[in-house]
């Protein structure tokens, strides 16, 4: 069965600061999506990657796969309060199957 | 607006009563998937429809059954509802669900609220 773990579940930091999001998966895929969700709110694509090697950025984040490690990676560079959010890595499962991460809860402080 | 349309988005029902959820996915997208998130288990895939037809199945209780229509919208039935089974449901579609040729990228709608009391 397809696993997706994300870490850190909890993050807080502060403006202007660098951070990385990890994400691990159990089985082979070359089909990597993040996610954004605010509070109270719905799921919004960020990041498609879909092959090894594969680097995605816009503004202040960027996403990366290695399929060989079977990790992902989500960069934040300088944050900023409206980066606050939580994220999911999601990876396809048998099927179609998307399988989430648990998320990680980003809470960015000025 | 994401094109995914959920209703109603706030649900608050008893125990032991049965509850439908409505989906209507984005135009010309024919896949339906069923999410259900939770604090405790977070996002939880529960089935995929594909053109009228179920195409995956996953942590789907038996209490709980859904079903595409020839219009393509999706339905979530939930019935003999439990304390645990408040969440926030979520639907979303894409336009794939036979072979993927690439990204499969879901759009999820605004999520029903169920609140079991």
């Known amino acids: 069965e397809l696993k997706v773990e994300q870490n850190p579940l909890f993050l807080s930091m502060q403006e202007g600061k660098n951070y990385t999001i990890y994400c691990n998966y159990s089985?082979?895929?070359?089909?990597l999506y993040w996610y954004r969700q605010d509070p109270g709110k719905s799921l919004e694509s960020l990041f498609v990657?879909?092959?090894?090697?594969a680097v995605k950025q816009e503004g202040r984040l960027m996403a990366s796969l290695d399929t060989k490690a079977r990790l992902s990676t989500l960069h934040i560079t300088a944050a900023v309060h409206d980066l606050s959010a939580t994220y999911f890595c999601a990876v396809d499962g048998w099927g179609q199957k998307l399988v989430f991460g648990q998320g990680t809860r980003l809470t960015i402080n000025p | 607006d994401s094109g995914v349309t959920q209703t109603p988005k706030h649900l608050i029902t008893a125990t032991g009563q049965r509850v439908t959820l409505r989906c209507s996915p984005r135009s010309g997208d024919l896949s339906v998937y069923w999410y259900q998130q939770s604090l405790d288990q977070g996002l939880q895939f529960l089935i995929q429809?594909?053109?009228?037809?179920?195409?995956a199945k996953g942590n789907i209780l038996e209490r709980f059954s859904a079903q595409q229509f020839p219009d393509l919208h999706s339905e979530l039935n939930l019935s003999s509802l439990e304390l645990g089974d408040s969440a926030l449901y979520f639907c979303?579609?894409?336009?794939?669900?036979?072979?993927?040729?690439?990204?499969?990228?879901?759009?999820f709608g605004a999520g029903s609220r169920l609140t079991v009391l």
């Open positions: 089985t082979t895929s070359d089909r």
């Open positions: 990657l879909l092959s090894n090697g």
């Open positions: 429809y594909y053109n009228g037809e179920e195409r």
């Open positions: 979303a579609s894409s336009p794939e669900g036979g072979v993927v040729t690439g990204a499969n990228v879901l759009t």
